[in-house]
C-alpha cells in the first residue's frame, strides 16, 4: 500500500511541475503579446480603445507614414539614437578602459560609481542641466554674466543639450558590458604588439578594441533603441524650438486632448521597426561573433598598461565625469528647488522651503504613497515572478522553454511608450476592468522589466550546482519544495540584489507610467512631470531632489549589505 501511494506521487509530482510551468508560460506569452497586437490592432481603427462606433482604416497609416510631420521625427529619432549612442559606446570605452586596463589610482574604488548615472532617471538629469545650463536663469550662465559680462555660454536647449544629457545618462549602458569584455580578453596579444613597439594608444585601437567588436556594437545598437524610445528629454529640450522626435509626437498623441490614439498606435509601430531591425541586427553580430575566440573567462590574464604621470590625468577623467553626470546636477537641483521661483538675479531673499513645506502636505502625499507602494510590492512581485520563470527556463529542456526563454527578452526591446500605448488598447478592449487602477501600472512594470530580471536571476541561479537539487528530488522533495528550501535561499543575495534595482527603476519610471496612471493612481514622476509642464519648475526641481536623494539612500544601504553596485557592475 505503501509503495503505491509512493509510486501514485512520484507521478503526481511531474504533472505539477508541467501545469506550473505551462500556466508561467501561457501568462508570460499573453502579457507580452496582448499589447503587441492590440497596438497594431488599434493603428487601423478611426477612434478611440473601446469605442463602438470605431472603424477599420487606413487613415492613420497614411498620415504617420506619408506626412512630413511623422517622417521628419522619425528622421529626428534616427539621428538623436545614433548620435547618442555613439558618443556614450566611445566615452564608455574610455571610462571602461581606464578602469580594467590602466593603473589609474583609484579605479577599483570608483568602478562600482560609474553605475549611478544608471539609477537616476533621464528626465531628472534633464531638469538638473535645465536649472544650470537654461539660457537665461541657468546658474552657469548666471555666474558667466555676473564675472564676464558675457550674457548666454551655453543653451540646454538645442540639439546638442539633448545629446548631451542623454550620453551622460546612457554612458553607464556601455560602460558595463565593455569594462566586462575588457577584463575578459587574454592579453598574450596584447603583450606581443607591446613587444613589437606598438604604443598603447595603438594597441588598443588595433588589438583590443576590435576583439571585443561584438561587444561595441551590442552596446551602441542597445543605447541607439534607448536613446531613440526616450520621450521626456527631447520633449522638454526640444519642443520649444520645435524639434521633436517620433517618441514625443506619440505621448502628444496620447496626453493633447483631443487624444489621437489611433496615430500614436500607428506611429508605435514605426518606432517599433527601429528597435525590431536593431534587435535583429544585433542578433546578426552575435551569431557571428565565432571568431572573436582570444575572449576568454573572467579568469584570463590581461595586461594592465603604466600610464606613468598620465595616471591621475585618467583617474581625473572619471571624476570629471561623475562630476558632470550626477554630483553637479544633483547640488544643483537641491539649489533650485530652494528658490521661491526661477531668476537670474540670485539674491539671500530668493531662497525658502516653501516648495519641501507643500511637496510634503497634503495635497502630493499621494503621488509620494504611491511610488514606494509600487516600488516595493512591483519589485516584489517582479523579482519572484522573474526567479521563477528563470527556474523554469533553466529545468526546462523542451522546446516551449527554449521559446520562453527568447520571449522574455522581448520586453527589454520594446519602447516603453510603445508598450503603454499597447497596452491602453489591449487593457480598454480586454473587459478585465484593470485599465487606470494600479494594476494595470504593476503589469506594465512586470512587463517592461521582465527580460532584464530574468536575465539578472538566471546569471545567479547558473552558479548554483545541479548537484544539490538532485540531492532534494533524491531525499524526495518536490520540485517546488526544492526551489523554496534549497534555491531561494541560495539565491537570497542575488534576489535582494535584483528587488533593489528593479525597486530604483520602478521608482523613476516615466515612460509606461505616464500612458497608464489614473487620478488615484499618480507616482513622483509623473507629478515631477505635471510641475513642470505646468510651469512650476521650482517645485519640479524639489520633487527631482526627493527621488534622487531617495535613490542614494536605498543604494548606499544595499550597496553596504548587499553590494548591489558591485553586483550590478558584474551581472548586468
Not at 604604443?199 to 585601437?205: E, M, N, Q
Not at 521633436?244 to 489611433?262: C, K, R
Not at 526627493?546 to 550597496?559: E, N
Request: some cysteine; charged content about 10%; overall charge positive.
Amino acid at each position: 500500500m505503501t509503495d503505491l501511494t509512493i509510486s501514485c506521487r512520484a507521478r503526481r509530482i511531474p504533472d505539477i511541475e508541467r501545469v506550473i510551468a505551462a500556466i508561467t508560460f501561457v501568462l508570460v506569452l499573453m502579457m507580452i503579446a496582448a499589447p503587441l497586437l492590440y497596438l497594431l490592432y488599434g493603428s487601423f481603427r478611426t477612434g478611440a480603445p473601446g469605442d463602438p462606433n470605431a472603424i477599420f482604416t487606413l487613415e492613420s497609416w497614411q498620415t504617420v507614414y506619408g506626412t512630413w510631420k511623422y517622417l521628419s521625427a522619425f528622421f529626428n529619432s534616427m539621428v538623436v539614437g545614433a548620435t547618442v549612442a555613439g558618443l556614450s559606446v566611445l566615452l564608455g570605452i574610455m571610462l571602461a578602459w581606464i578602469i580594467a586596463r590602466t593603473n589609474a589610482p583609484w579605479r577599483r574604488q570608483l568602478a562600482p560609481l560609474l553605475v549611478l548615472p544608471l539609477m537616476i532617471s533621464s528626465l531628472v538629469t534633464t531638469l538638473a542641466w535645465i536649472a544650470l545650463a537654461a539660457p537665461n536663469a541657468g546658474f552657469i550662465n548666471s555666474l558667466v554674466r555676473n564675472v564676464f559680462g558675457i550674457r548666454s555660454l551655453v543653451d540646454i536647449y538645442s540639439f546638442w543639450g539633448i545629446v548631451f544629457v542623454m550620453v551622460m545618462h546612457f554612458s553607464s549602458y556601455a560602460f558595463i558590458p565593455i569594462y566586462a569584455a575588457l577584463r575578459s580578453i587574454d592579453g598574450t596579444l596584447e603583450e606581443a604588439s607591446y613587444m613589437l613597439g606598438a604604443s598603447p594608444l595603438r594597441t588598443a585601437f588595433r588589438m583590443t578594441f576590435p576583439l571585443i567588436w561584438p561587444v561595441l556594437a551590442s552596446a551602441f545598437l542597445l543605447i541607439f533603441i534607448l536613446a531613440a524610445e526616450t520621450f521626456s528629454v527631447p520633449h522638454l529640450l526640444g519642443a520649444s524650438k520645435g524639434y521633436h522626435t517620433l517618441a514625443s509626437n506619440i505621448f502628444l498623441d496620447m496626453s493633447v486632448e483631443p487624444g489621437q490614439p489611433a496615430l500614436a498606435a500607428a506611429a508605435g509601430t514605426m518606432l517599433l521597426w527601429i528597435a525590431l531591425v536593431g534587435t535583429l541586427w544585433q542578433r546578426s553580430i552575435i551569431r557571428n561573433a565565432g571568431r572573436y575566440v582570444t575572449i576568454g573567462g573572467k579568469g584570463g590574464r590581461y595586461h594592465v598598461t603604466e600610464l606613468g604621470r598620465w595616471r591621475w590625468v585618467a583617474t581625473g577623467f572619471i571624476l570629471l565625469y561623475l562630476l558632470l553626470s550626477v554630483i553637479l546636477p544633483y547640488l544643483a537641483l537641491i539649489l533650485a528647488s530652494l528658490m521661491k521661483f526661477v531668476t537670474s538675479n540670485i539674491t539671500m531673499n530668493s531662497f525658502s522651503l516653501a516648495n519641501y513645506v507643500k511637496l510634503f502636505s497634503g495635497n502630493f502625499n499621494q503621488p509620494i504613497g504611491n511610488s514606494l507602494l509600487f516600488s516595493l510590492v512591483g519589485g516584489l512581485a517582479t523579482t519572484a515572478i522573474c526567479a521563477l520563470v528563470s527556474y523554469f527556463i533553466q529545468r526546462s529542456r523542451t522546446a516551449a522553454g527554449r521559446f520562453l526563454d527568447y520571449a522574455v527578452i522581448i520586453p527589454t526591446v520594446i519602447p516603453a511608450l510603445v508598450l503603454g500605448v499597447g497596452m491602453v488598447w489591449a487593457y480598454v478592449s480586454i473587459p478585465l476592468g484593470i485599465y487606470g487602477t494600479a494594476w494595470i501600472l504593476f503589469l506594465g512594470y512586470l512587463t517592461r522589466y521582465l527580460g532584464q530580471g530574468v536575465r539578472q536571476s538566471r546569471a545567479a541561479l547558473i552558479q548554483i550546482s545541479a548537484e544539490l537539487s538532485e540531492a532534494g528530488r533524491m531525499a524526495g522533495a518536490t520540485p517546488l519544495r526544492v526551489l523554496k528550501d534549497i534555491v531561494v535561499p541560495l539565491l537570497r543575495p542575488a534576489l535582494i540584489s535584483l528587488w533593489t534595482v528593479l525597486f530604483i527603476l520602478i521608482f523613476m519610471e516615466i515612460s509606461v507610467t505616464i500612458i497608464l496612471y489614473g487620478p488615484r493612481t499618480q507616482t513622483l514622476p509623473t507629478l515631477l512631470w505635471s510641475r513642470m509642464q505646468g510651469g512650476y519648475q521650482t517645485e519640479a526641481f524639489a520633487i527631482a531632489v526627493v527621488q534622487a536623494t531617495c535613490v542614494f539612500a536605498i543604494l548606499f544601504i544595499a550597496d553596504r549589505l548587499f553590494g548591489t553596485l558591485r553586483n550590478t557592475l558584474e551581472h548586468s
